[in-house]
């Protein structure tokens, strides 16, 4: 279903539609603003699954176990290293 509705653009932004519909990018300016508003979709979904996943990892390590933990020192020892040894070169 379409809706027919009005908006209002500045300049900068009204100049830009006409030239992407000039230059073939989209059919009509409706088109290209509908390409916008799909990408702000996309990403605010992926901003939301990756918030979720986000409160999940978080969920999950503050029931980890103190005696769980990694220590700092530890954790990035192996990347320490790497950087040592690439410092040697």
């Known amino acids: 279903?379409?809706?027919k509705t009005t908006l209002s653009f500045t300049d900068r932004h009204h100049k830009?539609?006409?030239e992407m519909v000039g230059q073939g990018?989209?059919?009509t300016q409706s088109a290209a603003v509908a390409a916008a508003l799909e990408?702000?979709?996309q990403d605010e979904d992926e901003r939301n699954v990756a918030l979720q996943a986000?409160?999940?990892e978080t969920r999950a390590r503050m029931e980890t176990p103190r005696e769980a933990f990694i220590d700092?020192?530890?954790a990035f020892a192996a990347?320490?290293?790497s950087i040592e040894a690439a410092r040697e070169v």
């Open 1 to 3: 279903m379409n809706v």
């Open 16 to 18: 830009f539609l006409s």
């Open 25 to 27: 990018v989209f059919a």
């Open 39 to 41: 990408k702000m979709i």
């Open 54 to 56: 986000l409160a999940q």
């Open 72 to 74: 700092q020192d530890e």
């Open 79 to 81: 990347a320490r290293a």
